[in-house]
Each structure stands twice: as structure tokens, then as C-alpha cells.
């Protein structure tokens, strides 16, 4: 069983008022086939942690570390992550002007496994794979993510995450800016990927609504860049009622 490990995280960025602490020792463990839920008020590192499992350059990593099946991950360049078995569906999916959505997907499916998929199979994966999250198929000859609307640039995230297979894949707030019918049809790709796969999902959101779609295991709440507190499906009801107020005045427990 595939298992991914954050021992005691710091991490910091440099800002124009200088370095900035952001994580403050993140302990986290996710099994093969788990969904953890990660939620908490802005500004309180949850995008920090999915960048730094990433690689993002931007972010320091004090101390710590992040284990994938007994591997270390910071010492792995952002594509050896990505041939380990990690995948990082962003918040906000950037354009690539003059790569076809076609050609992104058998590069770094190529990249990924080591050898070009057969195309029969290939083209009869991705047809179908479109076909599931309601994507027309001319979006696979259109550059990447150009002129696509929010909820169509999230089903793209979603389309690499059902054709590459990752082990881990972390989703940062991919719930945002979608309505109803997308947010459906998103969460559909996600829960086939898991299924398909025995995926573990890493779900960084602000709201609840996508968990009625992607039943988590657990769910963390991260405050001031700790893991404030944690427990089961119940705490992010909890979380709805409540908000994070009370967690804004108490020490951080992990």
C-alpha cells in the first residue's frame, strides 16, 4: 500500500517585509485510497502545503519532510515528483499558448510512464474520458486552457488526474468558481479516479459543498500553518456552523 508522509513541515517564503514563516510543523499521514479534507480561513498555509509537495520553488522548507512510499520527496525535482506518483490540480490552471490540449496529455503521459501510450488505446482513453466530465471534443485540439471558462479549466485539471494516474494527487480549491452542475461533474471525475486507481486525495476547500460529493475520511482544520484540529466527516459540518472563530483563539494541538 502506497503511503504519503509529512513529518514536522516548516516551510517559509520571502516577501518584501522579509522571510515569512508559513508552515509551523505539519504532521500529516494518507494511505492509498483515503480522502483527506484540509480546510481553514485564508492565509492559513493550505495552498503552501500543496506548493511545497509540489516543488514549487518559491517555498522554503525549513525543516521536515515528506515521504512517498519510504522515498524523500524534497530532494526529487518537480517532474521525479510527478513520475513518483504525485499530481497537483491548481487552484488557478494557467494558459499555454501553442500546446494543444491533445498534445499536453501524451507528453507528459509519455514523460510520466516512460513510453508513448498506443495511440488506439490512447485517443479511445482521453474520447471517453471527455465524454464523462461533459467536454466537447473539440476542446482537444484547442490550445491549453486558452479561452477556457473557470469550470472548463478545472474539468482539464481533472481529465489529467483520470489519464495519469497518479498515486496522490492534491486538489487546491478546485471547488472554486464552479456551479452546481460542474462541481458535480468534477467531483464524478475525482471519485472514478479513486476508484479506478485506489488514488489518495489530498482536498484542500474553504466550503463543505464539494464534500458532499467527495466523502472524505478525515478532515483537518489548518490554522496559522498547524493542523488545528482533526476528526472525521462530522467536523466539517461542524466547520458550517460554527466557522473557524473558535479555532482563532487557541493554541494549535499538531
Same mark, same amino acid.
Given at each position: 500500500?502506497?503511503?504519503?508522509?509529512?513529518?514536522?513541515l516548516?516551510?517559509s517564503?520571502?516577501?518584501?517585509?522579509?522571510?515569512?514563516?508559513?508552515?509551523?510543523?505539519?504532521?500529516?499521514?494518507?494511505?492509498?485510497?483515503?480522502?483527506?479534507?484540509?480546510?481553514?480561513p485564508?492565509?492559513?498555509?493550505?495552498?503552501?502545503?500543496a506548493?511545497?509537495?509540489?516543488?514549487?520553488?518559491?517555498?522554503?522548507?525549513?525543516?521536515?519532510?515528506?515521504?512517498?512510499?519510504?522515498?524523500?520527496?524534497?530532494t526529487?525535482?518537480?517532474?521525479?515528483?510527478?513520475?513518483?506518483?504525485?499530481f497537483l490540480a491548481?487552484q488557478y490552471?494557467v494558459?499555454?499558448?501553442?500546446?494543444?490540449v491533445?498534445?499536453?496529455?501524451?507528453?507528459?503521459?509519455?514523460?510520466?510512464?516512460?513510453e508513448?501510450?498506443?495511440?488506439?488505446?490512447?485517443?479511445?482513453?482521453?474520447?471517453?474520458?471527455? *465524454?464523462?466530465?461533459?467536454? !466537447?471534443?473539440?476542446f =482537444? &485540439?484547442?490550445?491549453?486552457?486558452e479561452?477556457?471558462?473557470?469550470? +472548463?479549466?478545472?474539468?482539464?485539471?481533472?481529465?489529467?488526474?483520470?489519464?495519469?494516474?497518479?498515486?496522490?494527487?492534491?486538489?487546491?480549491?478546485?471547488?472554486?468558481?464552479l456551479d452546481?452542475d460542474?462541481?458535480?461533474?468534477?467531483?464524478e471525475?475525482v471519485?472514478?479516479?479513486?476508484?479506478?486507481?485506489?488514488?489518495?486525495l489530498?482536498?484542500?476547500?474553504?466550503?463543505?459543498?464539494?464534500?458532499r460529493?467527495?466523502?472524505?475520511d478525515? *478532515?483537518?482544520?489548518?490554522? !496559522?500553518?498547524?493542523? =488545528? &484540529?482533526?476528526?472525521?466527516?462530522?467536523l466539517?459540518d461542524?466547520? +458550517?456552523?460554527?466557522?473557524y472563530?473558535?479555532?482563532?483563539?487557541?493554541?494549535?494541538?499538531?
Amino acid at each position: 500500500m502506497s503511503v504519503l508522509e509529512i513529518k514536522d513541515l516548516h516551510v517559509s517564503v520571502e516577501t518584501d517585509q522579509g522571510t515569512k514563516q508559513i508552515l509551523r510543523g505539519v504532521d500529516l499521514i494518507i494511505n492509498e485510497g483515503e480522502i483527506h479534507a484540509i480546510m481553514g480561513p485564508n492565509g492559513s498555509g493550505k495552498s503552501t502545503l500543496a506548493y511545497t509537495i509540489a516543488g514549487h520553488p518559491k517555498y522554503h522548507v525549513d525543516s521536515g519532510s515528506i515521504l512517498l512510499d519510504g522515498a524523500e520527496v524534497l530532494t526529487m525535482t518537480v517532474d521525479e515528483r510527478a513520475r513518483a506518483g504525485l499530481f497537483l490540480a491548481m487552484q488557478y490552471p494557467v494558459e499555454i499558448p501553442g500546446v494543444t490540449v491533445t498534445n499536453f496529455l501524451r507528453t507528459a503521459k509519455t514523460a510520466i510512464d516512460g513510453e508513448a501510450p498506443a495511440i488506439r488505446t490512447w485517443i479511445k482513453d482521453v474520447r471517453e474520458s471527455m *465524454v464523462k466530465l461533459r467536454m !466537447d471534443k473539440s476542446f =482537444a &485540439e484547442r490550445n491549453v486552457n486558452e479561452g477556457f471558462s473557470g469550470g +472548463e479549466k478545472k474539468r482539464n485539471e481533472i481529465l489529467q488526474l483520470e489519464l495519469l494516474k497518479p498515486k496522490f494527487a492534491v486538489l487546491d480549491e478546485t471547488d472554486s468558481g464552479l456551479d452546481v452542475d460542474a462541481l458535480k461533474i468534477v467531483s464524478e471525475g475525482v471519485n472514478r479516479a479513486k476508484e479506478n486507481t485506489g488514488l489518495g486525495l489530498l482536498l484542500i476547500t474553504h466550503y463543505t459543498r464539494i464534500l458532499r460529493y467527495i466523502k472524505p475520511d478525515f *478532515v483537518h482544520v489548518f490554522v !496559522d500553518g498547524r493542523i =488545528a &484540529e482533526q476528526g472525521g466527516p462530522e467536523l466539517a459540518d461542524r466547520l +458550517e456552523d460554527e466557522g473557524y472563530d473558535r479555532f482563532l483563539t487557541e493554541t494549535p494541538v499538531g
